[in-house]
C-alpha cells in the first residue's frame, strides 16, 4: 500500500531569488512505503520539486497549464533555470511564459534533493530502474500536485527518454510531447559500452567496498571524464583544449569534478536504464510529439538511422535532426533552447 503527504512548500533558495519567475517555489513530496518493480520497498521516499508559475483551473477545478520538465542523468530539476534555457523560455511573452504556465521540474528518484543512495543506505538503497523513476513523477504530479492533465512532457536526455515512456504510459494525459537529446530504444551499442566502463570503474575500485564505503573511492574519477567526451562535441572539446598542455588541464578540471559525486549515486544514475525499452509500445503514444536529436550527438548517433523509423509506429510523432553547426555542441546542444525551440514552438501550436 502506498501513502503520501505534501509537505509544506519552502521559500526559495538563493539560486532561485536570482532568476525570478513569478511564485517560484520548492518542496518535498513523501511517498510512503513505495514499492520498487524489483519488489524492494522504501518505506519513505522523498521527491523533491521546484514549480513556476500558478495553476490555472477551469470550471471543474482542474489545472489546465501544467507542463512537466524532465532532467538528464546527472542532473536536477533547477537544470532548466539555467540560462541556456530559462532565458529563452521562461519570460514575458516566452513560449512557457512562467506567468501564464504551471512549470513543474522534478528531482528525478536517485538524484538532488529527491531519495538517494548518498542520504545514508548506501547500497542498501532499492536498485530503482526508469519505470520506477517515472512511477514516482506520476506519483508527484497526480497525488502530489494534483494534476491530471498535462498541456506538455517535455524532457532532456534522460529526461527525453522518460518522455516516450510518460507517453506510453499515460497516453490520454497530455497534450504534447516533446523528447530531446534521447532515443526511444534500449541502451546498446556505444552507449552501453561508455556507461559499462564507468560502471566498472566504480565496482572495482580498491575503495568500492561493495559501494558500503565510508571514504570515497578516489580511483574510479579518473575514467569519469569518458562521460565528457560523449557528452561534448569534437568541436567544442578542441575548444576547451587547443594544445597538448590545455587538453591535460581541462582533464585535471572534469577529474577535479568528479570529486564531489558520490560514487554509489553515480553507480546507480548509470545502472538504472536497465529496464529502459519503449520500442515495442510507441504505437500506444497518443499525444502530438516532435523528438528532436543532435547530428553531432556521439550518445545518439545520427549515423545509426534508426529514429525515421522508430517515430513513424505514432500517429502523430515527428523526428527532426539539428545539422552539426556553430551553435550545436554534441548532446549538450540540448542546454542551448535556442537552436531547438522553434520545434517547441510548432508542437504548441500543433496540439493546441
Partial sequence: MIMEMLLLLLPATAWTEAMVYPNQQEGDYIVKNFE???????????????????????????????VLMLHGTTGTGKNFLAAGIADELFGPGQLLD????????????????SSKPSDGMRSG????????????????????????HLRLVMGTSMGGMQTWMWGEQYP??????????????????????????????????????????KVPPKQWIYTAPLLNLMLESAVHLQTEGPTRQE????????????????????????????DYNPEP??????????????????????????????????????????????????HQTLTRASVWKSYLAELLRASE
Fill in 281 to 330: 509500445d510507441l504505437g500506444k503514444i497518443r499525444a502530438h510529439l516532435v523528438a528532436v536529436n543532435f547530428a553531432d550527438d556521439m550518445i545518439n548517433p545520427a549515423e545509426l538511422n534508426s529514429m525515421d523509423k522508430l517515430v513513424a509506429k505514432i500517429p502523430r510523432g515527428r523526428f527532426v535532426l539539428v545539422p552539426a553547426g556553430n551553435q550545436t555542441i554534441g
Fill in 36 to 66: 520498487f518493480r524489483s519488489g524492494e520497498l522504501l518505506p519513505e521516499l522523498r521527491l523533491h520539486y521546484t514549480t513556476l508559475g500558478t495553476p490555472h483551473r477551469d470550471k471543474d477545478g482542474r489545472i489546465t497549464n501544467a
Fill in 172 to 213: 490520454e494525459m497530455m497534450d504534447a510531447l516533446m523528447p530531446i537529446a534521447s532515443q526511444p530504444a534500449q541502451i546498446s551499442g556505444r552507449n552501453m559500452l561508455w556507461r559499462r566502463i564507468i560502471i566498472e570503474a566504480i565496482r572495482n575500485d580498491a575503495g568500492w567496498d561493495g559501494g558500503n564505503y
Fill in 247 to 274: 587538453a591535460n588541464a581541462y582533464y585535471d578540471k572534469l577529474v577535479d569534478s568528479f570529486r564531489k559525486i558520490d560514487a554509489n549515486d553515480c553507480f546507480y544514475w548509470l545502472e538504472s536504464s536497465w
Fill in 125 to 148: 538503497f532499492p536498485h530503482y530502474g526508469y519505470n520506477d523513476v517515472v512511477a514516482a513523477q506520476y506519483l508527484l504530479i497526480t497525488k502530489g500536485l494534483g494534476v491530471d
Fill in 98 to 113: 512562467a506567468s501564464r504556465y504551471y512549470l513543474i521540474l522534478p528531482d528525478g528518484l536517485g538524484r538532488g534533493g
